[in-house]
């Protein structure tokens, strides 16, 4: 339980060591040097009367209530904008003050409406409050005057409205949109009296370059920016602090409720991810938790060609626990297996690999990770000694260089995009490495120094290019490589090889060997550079070389072990680093320790109190083989439409037809549960207790907001299933799967609820020697003792343009959707994207007679979809580009079955295909004809 | 053949917009080439006598005015090229008491020199300041500028020595030297006058006080009304890079400056030197809160010396004849001379460069000659816009800052503006909640919404409606906007609506609007 | 099968076989289920595919393994 109305210290901190001794009203207090004399009065306890402060944002000085007296200064200055002084007097309440606060509010009063009893934030509006502060009593100028009371509301955005007659100008919506998110999609036109607020150039928000975040929302101190939800339901009277279940960001969020309804999430100032910051999926996009779509009740069925039908959960479970046995029994302890989800809590995880492990007695385990971020875990754990990124997301504001490679952060990871963007603004560095121009290249008051637009596929002939120039040009940081590195000489012979220059690979590459020359000097250059990556560096054929390319670049250079430097995961779904740190690998036991390890296997046998066999299990693609050779034929998936999301749709559907048992556990009836034998409906984030872990490594707790809607929290169906199939395995609650992830796992022995509960959250590794956690990882030696250089040959990808398919199809993500939609589709986010589109570079359609918006077909060797076209130059001539947040659209369909040569995750940004105009348009709109509907087929 | 007559017609725009320009051409076609050269100078200040035409005779330069087109051919066969009598005859410039009782520093040229004549610049002791300054560090150049006693020009009075002080110990790099020639005080143009007669004082004055603070850029802030001055100040620049005034190495030396012009857009409130800065970095001209100083943390958040355009043209002057000889001039804390701007319903309206100490009356009568209109002078508004109305009564008053900050009034940038007794002083003080509710930026409650709410006040009080309820509420109100507001728009506005409400309480006290008669003014104590 | 298994042996071309056939054979056996290295090891003894030289000198490493 968080406080609906967190403190509000006015002005920002300046972190420092020094401080000050300054009285206000008499009383003494040391403060940090450098902050205001509002934020210094708060800290005593003295709150001074303020509308355009927030401690979010820099002071600005405007609305003029906050007026104090200094002893011996002139006037009465701001207390928002004036810092402290050693010795400096200030009165915060003198009768002078008290008029001329009352005078100012007067003067706001006069041009504000009097409706605070129907108005939506009647007990949240900070104007009502000052009013009662001040003591206002009268409005001498009435309310007849020139005044807004008519201006429109703005009722554009599906989330959020703008009632413009409430505004009082203090900009600290435009101030949010600036400072915080970077957009700057709000100002203010006019001038005088005459000034507003406008979104763009005078559009509406929908229409502008408004991106939905909210912080403008978050940032109005009156009804002016309001949620739809509060408008509708009312002020929420309890609030939850929790963890967003949107992306690896990991943002923390005070649900805030009525009841049991949430009325709307508010990101939470203390969020150690997030520090009050959001973004259109986390800030608005939960209502797919009370979808009418939800499944509520377990389901059956015996064939999947029959009808489901609603069961208990006493029969569910032991349907799948007998079945289970009955397939082990038939084929073989190896013949069933599970697939963990990274939307799921660590909790969660963790009992579903202790099911497979313990009460399948397999290693047949594995996660979704499989086709997002398995190259980080082997490629960081070859080169570094662990699967995870090195930072936290704070460290950014000390990198000098910021290198993002195959990483579209602004829409993938858009709160910590804000973040970069604020440390590019005050002078920061970038260098973008990605076949697209993805809109940080580009954006306002910023621009990249280098955009490296490598042909889709070479990531690692561009890495080694760059790791030649640091070598061949004298800037290794050879003092770091000798104390901290292994396997150096033979590594720097390797890649001083002409082969590696830049001119030599420019023709495979297509980036120009002078650029990547100036991007290679600026990175090694910095005092800090920081490597920021996403999954344009691993869903490749070479991704695991890639990840340890960077690796090495980042130890030739010594940018590792400190702030600002580091090679950092932006991962894609909430608790991808947790699902991997909690053994969901089949080679791996929790804490990334391998299975052939006796000692480990050990530790496990005795809490678990069974065998743990020494082999690695399957991967999702060898379950897949497997099934279709016939010797897998059970699976449970916990939360992940593997026939959506992954590769080859086709084999995939092939494999689950093939299976006597598919088990899925959902919020949604997804491409999946179509070919599943038993339904187990899912909880939501707002239900869910336990952990997630976000890309930096932190752990967050999950509090649930309401009880299972279902009834049975996911845990305890995973214990019972166990148990039914005869392995005791109970918890009385979450923090007991906690206690046992810290008993067995020493990165974690630290950890449990009640620190969390105490300290917010925690970076892993926290044990003994790091009791708070791990901000910066490899601080004063590897976690494998020395960092290793590995030789990272450059392999071209067999997956190729060819006569028959001559165009790369890249994919990657948009802000206001989430990975395969099951959720955002679910939500008013479709207001922004509607469907998947294809984007071609204007030659490619002119080649093809394609005009912007016809519907086109898209076909690679293993299938054929359909979607719209979207001409534009974002993409070089020759690669195309979709999204695959539309089951509709099918993108993957047509990707192919190469994967990464050392995880088997799937080459997703590769493919060779040819677009074609799918039939004649009749017209370029997209919903003029219902026969232009995208739709996807599959090929034999 | 002998050798030409030199003609001097200003091509400064108070001239032009009197007829130099026809002038000047019919002076060209009625005469040849080989007889007369003609400089287009800047103005001499004496606007009633414009367009002035000056003839350089071996006695001296004789001045004829004010010259209409049509007085040219007449003037002409008068002998005018030599010199001779005409009605319209002044006699020799330097001897027209106007101008001789007056002491041109900053204005030593303007009127003078041919403007984009670098020749003549350097003929009339131009760039010898620079020289001098390079000569000293700049640790030295800062002290001869504090010793001067130069204040701002622009109407804040800060001590510009203090200001390059606080910017040369900045070690933040780069620095800027940005010039606000944003002057939009009504009854104001002296800036315009200096860049348009001797743009290049205006260039030395900046590398002066680049070498002085350690800055590499400058930039001049113009408002968009002065294309004249912009294009002047612009080709003036050309020249001053091609002679190697401008850009690396200047004159030679370490140091380097490059200057660019920036054109504002008719925002008043631009004049403020943060909204000008805000403005200069391509954002809207709102203004910041202080601190930070722009001393500190100006343009683009780099230290920056912000000077009005009187300011450093000043500057030159005090380098070349020593911190000390300026500082003779002036009264108090108030040192150097104010090029006062005499405008509104003046007989000789103008530029007078005068040391600080004389008197308002002085100005108004002794060079002003009254009213225009001949009646007798009622009021006059110092300092702008935002400046008080001051009576008759005041004419005692000596022009120095402190002086004027204790009548509950300010000197400005130096410019009056005149009123006769026709004038309405409650008018007037609406005019100033107008003219801030006109011009405001809209950032700081007060101003936004306090210059809307005085208008209103202001026009029921001029109607009778609860008159005495609403004085004390427009009271309250100027003081919430004086002691509230975040810069010196809305915190001066109510000096021109307080001292109206305070020397002419009458005006406010009318029954209804128009039907007051007045009672008759005082004639002016002085008259020259 | 053969493709996951060539792809690895690419990965190591660039060094000595001998360091090669090691390397892909540790990768194998620390990532492969063992009914894959099975199959693997049965497509080694019968040639009819195109398995990559040193996917075949890892299979004789792994079989070594085995068999200590």
Redesign the interface.
């Given at each position: 339980m968080t406080l609906l109305k967190e403190p509000d210290l006015g002005t920002p901190d300046r972190p420092g060591e020094a401080t000050v001794e300054v009285d206000i009203d008499g009383q003494q207090v040391f403060v940090p040097e450098g902050i205001s004399v509002m934020r210094a009065a708060a800290l005593a306890g003295i709150e001074i009367p303020k509308l355009c402060a927030t401690d979010s944002m820099e002071a600005f000085g405007s609305c003029r209530l906050c007026l104090v007296e200094v002893d011996g200064g002139r006037g009465a200055p701001a207390s928002c904008t004036t810092p402290v002084a050693v010795g400096m007097k200030v009165k915060t309440q003198t009768e002078k003050l008290a008029k001329l606060r009352r005078g100012v509010m007067e003067l706001y009063i006069s041009d504000h409406p009097l409706d605070c009893l129907t108005c939506p934030a009647n007990g949240d509006c900070e104007l009502q409050d000052m009013s009662g502060v001040v003591g206002l009593r009268d409005v001498r100028y009435g309310y007849a005057g020139e005044n807004h009371l008519d201006a429109p509301t703005d009722h554009s955005n599906p989330y959020f409205d703008f009632d413009a007659s409430k505004c009082i100008v203090c900009s600290r919506c435009v101030r949010a949109c600036s400072e915080i998110q970077g957009t700057f999609a709000l100002t203010i036109d006019g001038r005088g009296f005459d000034s507003k607020v406008a979104a763009s150039a005078g559009e509406s928000f929908m229409d502008s370059e408004c991106v939905s975040c909210g912080a403008c929302v978050q940032a109005c101190p009156t009804s002016t920016l309001q949620e739809r939800s509060v408008i509708d339901l009312g002020m929420p009277t309890r609030s939850v602090l929790t963890t967003c279940a949107y992306c690896g960001v990991g943002c923390s969020f005070k649900a805030e409720l009525r009841g049991d309804e949430v009325v709307r999430m508010v990101p939470y100032k203390d969020g150690g991810a997030n520090e009050g910051h959001s973004c259109v999926k986390g800030r608005f996009a939960f209502g797919y938790a009370s979808h009418p779509d939800r499944v509520m009740k377990p389901m059956m069925r015996d064939s999947i060609t029959d009808p489901w039908r609603e069961v208990e959960w006493d029969d569910a479970i032991g349907f799948v626990a007998s079945r289970m046995l009955e397939i082990q029994d038939k084929y073989g302890l190896g013949s069933i297996g599970g697939i963990t989800s990274s939307r799921c809590t660590n909790e969660e995880v963790y009992v579903v690999q202790k099911m497979v492990r313990a009460a399948f007695g397999n290693n047949n385990v594995d996660t979704c990770a499989r086709v997002c971020h398995s190259p980080t875990g082997y490629g960081l754990k070859q080169t570094f000694g662990t699967s995870a990124g090195t930072q936290d997301f704070k460290s950014v504001d000390q990198s000098d260089v910021m290198v993002v490679i195959g990483a579209n952060p602004t829409d993938g990871h858009p709160v910590f995009a804000s973040r970069m963007k604020r440390r590019l603004r005050q002078g920061a560095q970038l260098i973008v490495v990605d076949p697209r121009r993805i809109d940080m290249v580009r954006m306002p008051h910023l621009e990249a120094a280098h955009h490296l637009q490598l042909a889709p596929g070479t990531n690692v002939a561009v890495i080694n290019a760059m790791a030649h120039v640091v070598v061949t040009e004298g800037l290794v940081d050879r003092d770091f490589v000798a104390e901290r590195c292994e396997g150096f000489e033979a590594w720097e012979s390797f890649i001083a090889r002409p082969e590696h220059s830049p001119e030599a690979v420019e023709e495979i590459t297509r980036v120009p060997a002078e650029e990547l020359r100036a991007a290679a000097r600026m990175y090694a250059g910095a005092q800090n550079a920081a490597i920021y990556y996403g999954l344009g560096v691993t869903e490749h054929s070479q991704g695991s070389t890639m990840v340890m390319g960077m690796a090495n670049l980042a130890m030739a250079t010594g940018s590792i072990g400190r702030e600002g430097v580091g090679v950092n995961p932006l991962r894609g779904q909430n608790n991808v680093q947790g699902s991997c740190d909690m053994g969901s690998f089949p080679h791996e036991l929790p804490g990334y320790r391998h299975v052939s390890d006796d000692a480990v296997r050990e530790v496990f046998e005795q809490v678990w109190g069974r065998p743990i066999l020494e082999e690695p299990g399957l991967r999702i693609p060898n379950m897949f083989d497997a099934a279709l050779d016939g010797s897998f034929r059970a699976v449970f998936i916990q939360g992940e439409d593997i026939a959506q999301s992954d590769p080859n749709t086709r084999h995939v559907q092939a494999a689950l037809s093939a299976m006597d048992l598919v088990v899925v556990q959902d919020l949604f009836l997804n491409e999946t549960a179509k070919l599943a034998h038993v339904f187990l409906p899912g909880t939501s984030f707002l239900e869910k207790d336990g952990t997630f872990t976000n890309a930096e490594r932190r752990i967050n707790r999950v509090r649930p907001v309401m009880r299972p809607k279902t009834g049975k929290h996911e845990w305890q169906i995973i214990c019972e299933i166990a148990q039914a199939m005869g392995y005791k395995m109970h918890y009385d609650n979450t923090s007991q799967i906690m206690d046992e992830v810290a008993a067995t796992t020493p990165t974690f022995a630290g950890v449990s609820f009640e620190l969390l509960d105490r300290v917010g959250s925690v970076q892993w590794p926290c044990n003994d020697k790091a009791p708070v956690g791990t901000p910066i990882m490899h601080v004063d030696g590897f976690v494998r003792g020395k960092g290793s250089f590995v030789q990272t040959a450059y392999v071209p990808t067999e997956e190729r343009s060819t006569r028959r398919f001559p165009l790369i199809l890249t994919t990657g993500r948009i802000l206001s959707q989430y990975n395969v939609g099951s959720q955002t589709r679910r939500t008013a986010n479709v207001a922004w994207h509607p469907e998947d589109v294809l984007e071609i570079h204007p030659h490619d359609a002119e080649d093809r007679g394609i005009r912007d918006g016809d519907l086109v077909s898209l076909a690679s060797r293993v299938g054929e979809t359909t979607l719209h076209a979207k001409i534009m130059d974002r993409m070089p001539v020759g690669v195309v580009y979709t999204t695959f947040h539309h089951p509709v659209t099918g993108a993957n369909v047509v990707t192919t079955e190469h994967s990464d040569w050392a995880t088997n995750c799937p080459e997703y940004k590769v493919t060779a295909v040819q677009v074609k105009l799918h039939q004649p348009a009749v017209s370029t709109s997209h919903s003029a004809d219902a026969a232009h509907e995208p739709s996807s087929v599959l090929i034999d | 053949m002998s050798a030409p007559v030199t003609v001097y017609v200003p091509r400064d725009s108070a001239a032009r917009s009197v007829g130099a320009d026809e002038v000047a051409a019919r002076l060209l076609e009625a005469t040849s080439r080989d007889h007369v050269r003609l400089v287009r100078n800047g103005s001499r200040g004496m606007l009633w006598l414009e367009p002035l035409v000056e003839i350089a005779t071996s006695e001296g330069r004789v001045a004829y005015g004010s010259v209409s087109v049509d007085d040219v051919d007449d003037l002409l066969a008068a002998g005018m090229l030599a010199g001779a009598e005409h009605p319209k005859r002044l006699g020799l410039t330097d001897g027209i008491e106007w101008l001789s009782r007056q002491s041109r520093v900053t204005f030593a040229r303007v009127g003078v020199v041919d403007p984009l004549s670098a020749d003549d610049y350097l003929a009339h002791g131009g760039m010898t300041g620079l020289r001098r300054a390079l000569e000293l560090t700049p640790a030295e150049v800062v002290a001869e500028v504090t010793e001067s006693g130069l204040r701002g020009r622009g109407g804040a009075g800060f001590p510009a020595g203090v200001k390059w002080q606080t910017v040369l110990q900045t070690e933040q790099t780069p620095k800027y030297i940005c010039c606000n020639a944003d002057e939009g005080d009504s009854g104001t143009f002296a800036d315009r006058m200096l860049m348009e007669g001797d743009p290049y004082t205006l260039v030395e004055g900046m590398l002066v006080a680049a070498h002085a603070v350690g800055a590499t850029e400058g930039y001049v802030y113009i408002r968009s009304e002065y294309p004249d001055a912009a294009s002047i100040l612009s080709s003036a620049i050309e020249i001053a890079y091609a002679r190697g005034w401008l850009g690396q190495n200047v004159l030679g030396s370490e140091l380097s400056l490059d200057l660019f012009i920036r054109i504002g857009a008719g925002a008043y409130i631009c004049g403020e030197e943060t909204s000008m800065l805000e403005s200069l970095e391509g954002k809207r001209g709102e203004i910041r809160a202080k601190p930070p100083i722009p001393a500190l943390a100006g343009l683009f958040g780099q230290p920056t010396v912000v000077n009005n355009v009187i300011t450093l043209a000043a500057v030159p002057g005090i380098l070349s004849d020593g911190g000390s000889a300026y500082h003779a001039y002036g009264m108090e804390r108030s040192r150097g001379t104010q090029v006062f701007q005499l405008a509104g319903n003046i007989a000789h309206g103008g530029i007078v460069e005068t040391a600080f100490g004389i008197t308002l009356g002085e100005l108004v009568i002794g060079y002003g000659g009254g009213t225009i209109s001949g009646r007798p002078v009622r009021a006059v508004q110092v300092g702008g816009p935002l400046g008080a109305y001051l009576p008759t009564s005041s004419f005692d008053l000596p022009m120095d800052y402190e002086a004027f900050t204790a009548a509950g009034a300010m000197i400005g940038h130096g410019g009056l503006v005149v009123f006769d007794d026709s004038v309405d002083m409650a008018q007037q003080a609406r005019f100033a909640m107008e003219f801030c509710a006109e011009e405001s930026c809209g950032k700081c409650t007060p101003c936004r919404i306090g210059s809307v709410r005085g208008v209103e006040v202001i026009d029921r009080i001029i109607a009778g409606e609860d008159r005495e309820a609403n004085l004390v509420l427009l009271d309250d109100l100027c003081e919430v906007m004086t002691e509230g507001s975040l810069c010196a728009m809305g915190g001066l506005t109510p000096m021109p609506v307080q001292s109206a409400l305070r020397h002419f309480p009458d005006d406010f006290a009318k029954d209804s609007p128009g039907t007051r008669t007045r009672p008759a003014q005082l004639a002016p104590e002085a008259t020259s | 099968?053969v493709?996951?298994a060539n792809?690895?042996a690419?990965?190591?071309?660039?060094?000595p076989p001998d360091e090669a056939a090691a390397d892909v054979a540790d990768?194998i056996r620390?990532?492969?289920?063992?009914?894959?290295r099975a199959e693997l090891l049965a497509l080694a003894d019968h040639r009819q595919v195109d398995l990559d030289a040193g996917v075949l000198a890892a299979a004789e490493l792994l079989r070594e393994g085995v068999a200590r």
């Open positions: - | - | 099968m493709r996951l792809d690895i690419a990965q190591f071309r660039h060094l990768h620390r990532f492969w289920d063992p009914r894959m």
